[in-house]
């Protein structure tokens, strides 16, 4: 697809370097105070819901487990992306070399599928205590829920470690090449190849039907489910009450594939076709699923759930306490 160049290089860049949102000193300074400002968030918000699932008894179900371990995946998933992106807003990029790059890849791949496969296995979750409410603690147990969450991290382990080996096998020209992007994604990478990259694209949709279709599809069958048991339920209280044990998540998942859908995020970008994708526009739908996903799904927990606030409340009430003591 792609000729070679007899100028480039023809043993491949040995370091990237990321395109600047703005060469304007002020907006530099401004980006970087609004993007550090929301990383912090992100980081207070999730380890908040960590601490506070760790430290109460009365949140040890499988159902906060699951929730300890997405807002895990929210931390890390923003923290291998936001650290080196503004390190590059303000003053001179820093370059990060071909093995940084890919290393960025692979986490960022990871943790993103990560978070859609544990989504499907909390609606898995939601699904058994509404259809299956006596049996849920012998079904739902605790090496039951480890074992999901460690086959869906090794899944994407092995699919990301494919992906990105497959991509960085690819000649890619020039000694140091500039990627349109805050961050070592697929596509961007993709556009530095000199290669035919009809091969690595086909591969590249069939690990994103995996990684986004199949979760939002048992998201879907579960909820078909779950919305069946709650409308049997006579009363209106109850249907209320079994509802609530679900919205929260629900929420979730409605704001990550919503946004997808509304906005073209993750699932656009990677896949639709190459000749519609635009790089600018690709920047600006990576910072939806960056920034405002993680930041909005703690703050959904907090509010929506009463178990998390009444939590959160002893907690701060407690500790306030023990400091006028």
Same mark, same amino acid.
């Given at each position: 697809? +792609?000729?070679?160049?007899?100028?480039?290089?023809?043993?491949?860049?040995?370091?990237?370097?990321?395109?600047?949102?703005?060469?304007?000193?002020?907006?530099?300074?401004?980006? +970087?105070?609004? +993007?550090?400002?929301?990383?912090?968030?992100?980081?207070? @918000?999730?380890?908040?819901?960590?601490?506070?699932?760790?430290?109460?008894?009365?949140?040890?179900?499988?159902?906060y487990?699951?929730?300890?371990?997405?807002?895990?995946?929210?931390?890390?998933?923003?923290?291998?992306v936001?650290?080196l992106?503004?390190?590059?807003?303000? $003053?001179?990029?820093?370059?990060?070399?071909?093995?940084?790059?890919?290393?960025?890849?692979?986490?960022?791949?990871t943790?993103? @599928? !990560?978070?859609?496969?544990?989504?499907?296995?909390?609606?898995?979750?939601?699904?058994?205590?509404i259809?299956?409410?006596?049996?849920?603690?012998?079904?739902?147990?605790?090496?039951?829920?480890?074992?999901?969450?460690?086959?869906a *991290?090794?899944?994407?382990?092995? =699919?990301?470690?494919?992906l990105?080996?497959?991509?960085?096998?690819?000649?890619?020209?020039?000694?140091?090449?500039?990627?349109?992007?805050?961050?070592?994604?697929?596509?961007?990478?993709?556009?530095?190849?000199?290669?035919?990259?009809?091969?690595?694209?086909?591969?590249?949709?069939?690990?994103?039907?995996?990684?986004?279709?199949?979760?939002?599809? =048992?998201?879907?069958?579960?909820? *078909?489910?779950?919305?069946?048991a709650?409308?049997?339920?006579?009363?209106?209280?109850?249907?209320?009450?079994?509802?609530?044990?679900?919205?929260?998540? =629900?929420?979730?998942?409605? =704001? &990550?594939? @919503?946004? %997808? !859908?509304? /906005?073209?995020? %993750?699932?656009?970008?990677?896949?639709?076709?190459?000749?519609?994708?635009?790089?600018?526009?690709?920047? &600006?739908?990576?910072?939806? /699923?960056?920034?405002?996903?993680?930041?909005?799904?703690?703050?959904?927990?907090?509010?929506?759930?009463?178990?998390?606030?009444g !939590?959160?409340?002893?907690?701060?009430? $407690?500790?306030?306490?023990?400091?006028?003591?």
């Open positions: 697809m +792609f000729a070679r160049s007899p100028v480039l290089n023809q043993s491949g860049p040995t370091e990237f370097v990321f395109r600047v949102f703005t060469t304007v000193p002020e907006f530099q300074a401004l980006l +970087f105070l609004l +993007f550090f400002l929301l990383y912090l968030m992100i980081l207070c @918000g999730n380890t908040a819901i960590i601490w506070v699932v760790c430290t109460h008894s009365s949140l040890r179900t499988a159902m487990f699951f929730l300890c371990n997405l807002s895990s995946l929210e931390i890390c998933y923003t923290s291998v936001v650290p992106m503004l390190s590059n807003i303000l $003053g001179a990029r820093k370059p990060i070399p071909l093995a940084g790059c890919g290393a960025q890849m692979f986490f960022f791949l943790l993103g @599928g !990560a978070d859609c496969f544990l989504l499907a296995i909390m609606a898995y979750d939601r699904y058994v205590a259809c299956h409410p006596l049996h849920y603690t012998l079904i739902m147990t605790q090496k039951l829920c480890v074992q999901m969450v460690v086959c *991290v090794e899944l994407e382990l092995l =699919l990301s470690l494919q990105t080996a497959l991509i960085f096998t690819l000649p890619l020209c020039g000694h140091r090449r500039e990627i349109n992007h805050f961050l070592c994604d697929v596509p961007p990478v993709l556009r530095l190849a000199c290669a035919d990259i009809r091969v690595h694209q086909a591969v590249l949709y069939v690990v994103s039907i995996l990684v986004l279709t199949i979760p939002f599809l =048992l998201i879907c069958v579960s909820y *078909v489910f779950i919305a069946s709650i409308l049997r339920i006579r009363s209106a209280a109850g249907r209320r009450r079994a509802f609530s044990t679900c919205s929260s998540h =629900l929420t979730v998942v409605l =704001l &990550q594939y @919503g946004f %997808c !859908a509304l /906005y073209g995020c %993750c699932s656009l970008v990677y896949l639709r076709p190459r000749s519609s994708t635009s790089e600018d526009e690709d920047r &600006q739908i990576a910072l939806v /699923y960056t920034f405002v996903t993680p930041l909005l799904n703690p703050l959904i927990y907090t509010l929506r759930n009463q178990d998390v606030k !939590a959160l409340r002893n907690a701060v009430l $407690g500790k306030a306490a023990s400091d006028a003591n």
